[in-house]
């Protein structure tokens, strides 16, 4: 696997600060390695923020362009799934990336270009596919271990960000669930 490294260095001059800046107070601060980098500075709309973000939207371009979505999608039909399947299989891709990404603006960003096409080849308005993807992609980024919130209520508590995502998980997929409901029972 190749390495990459990123490097970044902000500096704000204070006259008035009488002491020195050293290594140790660049460890106590911001030193980050590995994937700790990535886990801090997700979804935080800073330079590393965006360049994951970007990275997010590569990655869901590059299963579109090997055909994976493809293969979903006509899978979902293949197996007789109306409107409310094909919904279902559209906000599944959008939770599973957004768990993977820790993001849920590149996910819906890159997929929900497909929601209009896949939306007329199920007779039904586009808005009706997009909300839930969009609600979805909200929802499921709290349960990545990697998302930005995640990381910072990990590092409060004292608790990993896995164990923080295991607990969201639960009220997470109740508001999941409720977002499908109402869009199935209030606006089909």
Do not use: W
């Not at 007329?120 to 808005?127: E, L, N, S, T, Y």
């Not at 839930?132 to 990993?160: D, E, L, W």
């Not at 164990?163 to 409901?181: D, F, Q, V």
Request: charged share 10%.
């Amino acid at each position: 696997m190749k390495r990459i490294l990123l490097a970044g260095m902000k500096h704000e001059t204070n006259t008035f600060a009488t002491g020195s800046t050293g290594m140790r107070e660049y460890e106590d601060r911001t030193l980050l390695l590995g994937d700790e980098a990535a886990a801090y500075f997700a979804g935080t709309k800073t330079e590393y923020g965006g360049m994951l973000d970007a990275a997010g939207e590569v990655f869901a371009k590059g299963l579109t362009s090997i055909g994976a979505i493809d293969t979903i999608i006509k899978g979902a039909q293949n197996a007789g799934f109306g409107s409310l399947g094909m919904t279902l299989v559209m906000t599944g891709v959008i939770v599973v990336a957004s768990i993977v990404m820790g993001s849920g603006n590149a996910p819906f960003f890159a997929f929900a270009a497909l929601a209009p096409a896949v939306a007329a080849k199920m007779g039904i308005a586009p808005v009706l596919m997009l909300l839930p993807m969009q609600f979805a992609a909200g929802i499921a980024r709290n349960v990545s271990p990697i998302t930005a919130v995640v990381v910072a209520v990990s590092g409060i508590s004292n608790v990993p960000p896995i164990e923080i995502a295991k607990r969201s998980a639960i009220p997470m997929g109740l508001g999941l669930l409720a977002t499908l409901i109402g869009t199935f029972t209030l606006l089909h």
